[in-house]
C-alpha cells in the first residue's frame, strides 16, 4: 500500500499544528462558522443604523453585548476548568444558532427593531462569554506545546480570512436581498463548528479537575495579579481595543463619509482582516520569534498609527489601506501576546486565567464600540476615532519608557527577561 506513505509525506509538508487530525478538524469547523459569524455582525450593524441614522445606537450595540460578557466571563473560565470543554462548546454552539434563527425570523417577519437587535447582540454575548475561556483553552489541549505558537498564528490566519471572506461577501448580500440572507448564511455556518466538536478524539487534560467555588473563581484573578507581565499585556490589549478600534464606526464612514454603500462597508471590513491575515500567515510560516516584547509594542505603535490616517482620510483606497495596516499591527502584537500568555499559565489554571483575558480582550472590543459610539455623538466621528489612534500610541509610549515588555524574549519556549 502506497497511500500510507504518500499521506505521511504530505502531512510532513503541512504546518506543525496542521499534522494533528483534531486541529485540523477544530480549525476547519471554527474557519467557517467565523465566516458566517461575519454576515451576521455587518448585517446587525447596517440595520441597526439604518433603522436610527445614530452612531450613539452602535455604541449601544456593542454595550449590551459586553455587559452580559463582564458578568459571565469568569464563570465560562471556571466551566471550561471544570467541565468537558468540547461539551461546553457544543451547547454554546447551540446558543447562538439559535439567535441566529431568531434574527432571521424577525427580519423575515418585517418586525426587526432596534429592541430585537439588542436583545440578539445580549444573548451573543451570554454565548460568548461561556464559549471563548473554552474554546482558546481548547487549542492547546490539540497540539503538543513545542508548536502551540504555530497554532495559534494558523487560527488567527483562520479568523482573519474569515474576515476578509465573510464582510466582502457579507456586503454582496445586504446589497442584494437584505439582512435576511446575511442571517441565514450565519444559521447555517454554525453546524459546520458543531460537527467539528463532534469528531473530535482528544479530551481536554483539565476537565473535571476544578470544583466549582468562589475559591476556585479566585485562583485566576490571583494568578494574573501575581504575574505583572500578564497584567502588562493584558491591559495594553483592553487600551487598544477600547480606545482605538474604528470597526463600531465603519457603517458611517461608509454611508456618510465615503460614501461607499453596503458594499463598500463590506471591503472596509475586510481590509483589517486583508492586513491580518497577510502578518498571521508571514508569522506563521517564520520561524520562532525571540524578541516577543518589542514585535508586541512595534504592532500596537503600527495600530495606533494606520488609525490616525483613516481618521481623517476621505479617499476610499487610502481609508482600505490604513485598516489593512492597522490589521497587521493588531495580529502581530496579538499573536506574541496570546503566545505569551499561554505559555506562562499551566493548563489546570489555562480556562480561568484566559476568562480574566477574556474580560480585557473580548470586553474591551464591545466597551469601545460604546464609547466609540458615544465621543462620536459627541465630537463628531472623525475626531473621535483620531483621538482613539493617539491615545493608543500614548499607551505604548506608557509602556515602552519602563523597563517591561520591551525587554521579554522567548527562550526555549517560556517568557524571559533579558538581562
Request: glycine share 10%.
Amino acid at each position: 500500500m502506497r497511500h500510507a506513505p504518500l499521506a505521511t509525506g504530505i502531512l510532513l509538508r503541512l504546518p506543525p499544528a496542521f499534522r494533528h487530525r483534531d486541529y485540523r478538524l477544530y480549525w476547519l469547523g471554527d474557519g467557517l462558522s467565523s465566516i458566517g459569524t461575519q454576515f451576521t455582525t455587518v448585517a446587525m450593524a447596517w440595520q441597526i443604523y439604518e433603522l436610527t441614522s445614530s452612531a450613539l445606537q452602535l455604541g449601544l450595540l456593542g454595550l449590551a453585548q459586553a455587559i452580559p460578557q463582564m458578568m459571565l466571563l469568569l464563570l465560562g473560565g471556571m466551566l471550561a476548568d471544570a467541565v468537558d470543554r468540547r461539551k461546553l462548546m457544543i451547547a454554546t454552539q447551540l446558543l447562538q444558532l439559535g439567535v441566529s434563527l431568531l434574527l432571521l425570523a424577525v427580519t423575515v417577519l418585517h418586525v426587526a427593531s432596534p429592541a430585537f437587535l439588542y436583545l440578539a447582540s445580549v444573548l451573543v454575548g451570554v454565548a460568548t462569554s461561556l464559549d471563548n475561556p473554552a474554546r482558546q483553552a481548547l487549542v492547546p489541549n490539540l497540539v503538543p506545546r513545542a508548536e502551540l505558537s504555530n497554532a495559534l498564528a494558523l487560527t488567527i490566519a483562520q479568523r482573519r480570512f474569515a474576515q476578509i471572506a465573510g464582510p466582502a461577501l457579507a456586503g454582496v448580500a445586504l446589497a442584494a436581498a437584505g439582512p435576511a440572507l446575511c442571517y441565514a448564511v450565519d444559521s447555517a455556518s454554525w453546524f459546520a463548528m458543531l460537527g467539528a466538536l463532534l469528531l473530535l478524539q482528544s479530551r481536554p487534560r483539565a476537565a473535571g479537575r476544578q470544583v466549582m467555588s468562589t475559591r476556585s473563581l479566585g485562583e485566576g484573578w490571583a494568578f494574573v495579579w501575581t504575574h505583572p507581565l500578564l497584567l502588562t499585556m493584558m491591559a495594553l490589549d483592553f487600551g487598544m481595543n477600547f480606545f482605538g478600534s474604528p470597526q463600531a464606526l465603519l457603517p458611517v464612514y461608509a454611508r456618510d463619509i465615503l460614501r461607499v454603500g453596503p458594499e463598500g462597508l463590506g471591503l472596509l471590513y475586510a481590509a483589517i482582516a486583508v492586513g491580518s491575515l497577510v502578518t498571521a500567515i508571514w508569522m506563521s510560516l517564520r520561524g520562532g520569534i525571540r524578541q516577543a516584547g518589542m514585535v508586541v509594542l512595534l504592532g500596537v505603535t503600527i495600530y495606533g498609527a494606520t488609525v490616525v490616517v483613516f481618521a481623517v482620510s476621505h479617499l476610499f483606497w487610502l481609508s482600505l489601506l490604513m485598516l489593512a495596516g492597522a490589521g497587521a499591527g493588531n495580529t502581530m502584537g496579538a499573536i506574541m501576546r496570546q503566545t505569551i500568555n499561554q505559555l506562562s499559565v499551566p493548563d489546570e489554571l489555562r480556562g480561568r486565567v484566559t476568562a480574566v483575558n477574556s474580560m480585557f480582550t473580548t470586553s474591551g472590543p464591545r466597551l469601545g464600540q460604546f464609547e466609540s459610539g458615544l465621543t462620536a455623538a459627541w465630537w463628531g466621528v472623525e475626531a473621535a476615532t483620531l483621538v482613539g489612534g493617539v491615545v493608543v500610541i500614548a499607551l505604548v509610549l506608557g509602556v515602552l519608557l519602563p523597563r517591561g515588555v520591551r525587554d521579554l524574549e522567548l527562550v526555549g519556549g517560556r517568557p524571559t527577561m533579558r538581562g
